[in-house]
């Protein structure tokens, strides 16, 4: 039996009877679990592994995130001249071709891959942040998060966490998607590759998301389709005490396939003049 299937048998029947964590090898195996989190070998959520798949989620992986908030003592850590108190201590280690902007966060537990630049933001445990991804001025990027390669996270940008059930779907973020200004994506969202979110918009689990850009509208939940050009709306419906707006999101078109992802951004912005 491999490494990690050594870990995975521990924490899931850690996570079955607490009782095991006064065992060291229990112990053991959750911190093992965390460590190699931080370090990128392993992860919350693994891609598609072929044509037609989903993405899956390794809950084993996010029980051993919540075993280690309960074996975890508060403790006081220092980042240069920031002090915290804390059951997680801030990630260290972080690689030379990774910028990290003062006072920008990023907690054990996390993974940053090359090229990822932070400006003064947050990045919670469990969460992965793509090569050549940026996350902008006071975003976050909530526990657990699957971010992809050469995305921008605008400013105040908010992904949210999930943690619990550890059954439940993490917020997945895929190549190439653009994330404007104070857009919030929660709740196991699916953004599919080289979307654009335009600014404001809210993508909860419940959220209506509407392709208008075809002759007759279609209705989606819980996705967005890769390229989609994304604004929020507001559609009416009918209340016991009269009809009213209710947000929602519409899909107003696609990223021109024929070009490259940074030409083809900034035609989307400009052709469908998404606010950002």
């Given at each position: ?17 607490r ?34 798949a ?10 051993a ?21 804390d ?24 993974f ?46 908010g ?38 979110i335009g ?13 208008v ?33 209710v947000?929602?999101?519409l ?26």
């Amino acid at each position: 039996m491999d490494l990690e299937h050594i870990l995975r048998a521990r924490i899931e029947a850690a996570f079955a009877d607490r009782a095991l964590l006064a065992d060291m090898d229990h112990h053991s195996a959750v911190e093992g679990t965390l460590a190699a989190l931080d370090r990128g070998e392993l992860r919350v959520a693994s891609p598609p592994a072929g044509e037609g798949a989903d993405w899956t989620t390794n809950e084993w992986v996010k029980q051993a995130i919540l075993l280690y908030f309960a074996i975890s003592k508060m403790a006081r850590t220092n980042a240069g001249p920031f002090e915290y108190n804390d059951k997680i201590p801030v990630k260290k280690e972080i690689p030379s071709d990774v910028r990290v902007v003062p006072p920008a966060v990023a907690r054990f537990g996390a993974f940053l891959e090359s090229g990822v630049i932070l400006m003064p933001s947050y990045v919670n445990i469990g969460a992965r942040v793509g090569s050549g991804t940026m996350v902008d001025t006071w975003a976050t990027v909530g526990s657990c998060a699957q971010i992809g390669s050469d995305c921008h996270l605008a400013g105040g940008v908010g992904i949210g966490g999930v943690l619990e059930p550890p059954s439940a779907r993490p917020v997945i973020i895929e190549d190439g998607v653009f994330v404007g200004s104070r857009a919030v994506v929660v709740e196991g969202m699916h953004v599919g590759r080289e979307a654009v979110i335009g600014a404001g918009v809210v993508l909860t689990a419940s959220t209506t998301i509407i392709d208008v850009s075809g002759a007759q509208p279609v209705e989606h939940k819980g996705r967005i389709p890769p390229r989609s050009v994304v604004i929020p709306g507001v559609r009416t419906k009918k209340f016991p005490a009269g009809e009213y707006g209710v947000s929602c999101a519409l899909i107003i078109g696609q990223r021109t396939a024929s070009t490259d992802r940074k030409v083809s951004l900034n035609a989307a912005l400009r052709d469908f003049a998404v606010p950002v």
